[in-house]
Nanobody, 114 residues
Framework: VQLQACGGGLVQAGGSLQLSCAAS????????MEWYRQPPGKGRELIAD???????KYANSVEGRFTVSRGEHRNTMYLQMNSLKPDDTAVYYC?????????WGQGTLVTVSS
């Protein structure tokens, strides 16, 4: 299983950005896809997850501003980030969990300028 994340970049505070994460390989129909982020000098934190059944959860820090969704093929996940703040600056990672294990994508850097 491989995950490819992309969409990071530089954005001004208050702006929006959409990240995507494409999973390939032996993907189980039942899985959970997650977004994590790691701010500079800090640990990695879970910010959103989305089950294959369509249930989602968000960290308090992003609730109401970020939306996670899946594409038509269900193996692609998006993170729509609105009302971005400088505190959202981080490397963002996607992860897929299924019965065979957990798989990480490479990070994509999001920088929010004030």
């Amino acid at each position: 299983v491989q995950l490819q994340a992309c969409g990071g970049g530089l954005v001004q505070a208050g702006g929006s950005l959409q990240l995507s994460c494409a999973a390939s390989g032996n993907i189980n129909s039942m899985n959970v896809m997650e977004w994590y982020r790691q701010p500079p000098g800090k640990g990695r934190e879970l910010i959103a997850d989305l089950t294959s059944g369509g249930n989602s959860k968000y960290a308090n820090s992003v609730e109401g501003r970020f939306t996670v969704s899946r594409g038509e093929h269900r193996n692609t996940m998006y993170l729509q980030m609105n009302s971005l703040k400088p505190d959202d600056t981080a490397v963002y990672y996607c992860k897929l969990r299924q019965v065979s294990g957990q798989y990480w994508g490479q990070g994509t850097l999001v920088t929010v300028s004030s």
